[in-house]
């Protein structure tokens, strides 16, 4: 498995405060299943290290990994705030971007209220030559009144990254019950973990995997390409098209008595 999202870096967010918190992160990733990470530290207000400075820890890290003897594959990236992306120079983001390929970019969804200017985000992105994975959608309390809201950003190109843990109740039943509705609604492109400590939050990819497929009756082997097959296209900086679910309308259904306030156009 190849984990998109997580906070791996020690002493860079909130992240690990220790390299060696870092390595019992990786340890715990690679008994897991994981053989590949993006470090995705936040770049927001209070957490603002460079493009170069995320290049250099990772590099860091990698040299850190090795001596542990933890054979973890580590890529740099960014979970970037929609806030701080009007200050980013063209080639401030392709350093941000995944693996530096040039191509897609961490966008962090907000956890309160809904960013009014997505569209027009996500139509300037394309017209520079990026495209957007939107990050834990199923935790803003708009997308769980409203999971239809998204309709728009995944018909412009985005993709949506669920936190696995989201799936396991980690983050409180509104997260869970959005989380399974953006999956069997087929909006769900990428399982991440998320991870920001070796205890709480961990970098355990496989049972948020797990997770997930039961959500959506189905088994793990069926949604690896969410931790494999897109995660290498975004690495490459190649297009990634998600394979769309089969429909079911029994659960459908069911998910949409759980959201009385989606629109009548999302129940056809």
Same mark, same amino acid.
Do not use: C, Y
């Given at each position: #498995?190849?984990?998109?999202?997580?906070?791996?870096? &020690?002493?860079?967010?909130? !992240?690990?405060?220790?390299?060696? /918190?870092?390595?019992? #992160? =990786? %340890?715990? $990733?690679?008994?897991? !299943?994981? @053989? /590949?990470?993006?470090c995705t530290p936040h770049l927001? =207000? !209070?957490? /603002?290290?460079? *493009?170069?400075?995320?290049?250099? $820890?990772?590099? @860091? #890290?990698? =040299?850190?990994?090795?001596? =542990?003897k933890v054979p973890l594959q580590l890529h740099p990236g960014r979970e970037i705030s929609l806030t701080w992306l009007p200050q980013m120079t063209d080639e401030q983001l392709r350093r941000s971007t995944y693996g530096g390929a040039g191509r897609w970019l961490l966008l962090e969804m907000p956890f309160t209220g809904w960013p009014i200017d997505l569209t027009a985000i996500l139509e300037d992105l394309a017209i520079r030559g990026f495209q957007?994975?939107? *990050?834990? &959608? /199923?935790?803003?309390?708009?997308?769980?009144? %409203?999971p239809d809201r998204l309709r728009e950003a995944v018909g412009l190109g985005a993709l949506l990254q669920i936190t696995g843990s989201s799936f396991l109740g980690e983050h409180k039943p509104g997260a869970t019950r959005a989380a399974e509705a953006l999956a069997r609604l087929g909006w769900m492109h990428l399982l991440a973990s998320d991870a920001h400590s070796a205890t709480w939050r961990t970098p355990d990819l496989a049972e948020g995997v797990k997770a997930a497929a039961k959500a959506m009756d189905t088994e793990p082997t069926d949604i690896n390409w969410m931790v494999e097959e897109g995660p290498r296209a975004l690495l490459a900086g190649r297009e990634f098209r998600p394979p769309r679910p089969p429909a079911r309308p029994e659960l459908l259904e069911l998910e949409l008595r759980d959201f009385p306030d989606l629109p009548e156009h999302s129940r056809r």
């Open positions: #498995m190849i984990d998109i999202h997580t906070h791996l870096l &020690p002493g860079i967010d909130d !992240g690990p405060s220790t390299e060696r /918190e870092s390595i019992e #992160m =990786a %340890q715990i $990733a690679w008994e897991s !299943g994981t @053989r /590949e990470v993006v927001m =207000a !209070g957490s /603002e290290a460079t *493009a170069e400075e995320v290049h250099t $820890a990772v590099d @860091r #890290m990698r =040299a850190a990994l090795m001596k =542990a957007a994975v939107l *990050a834990h &959608p /199923e935790r803003s309390q708009s997308v769980q009144r %409203q």
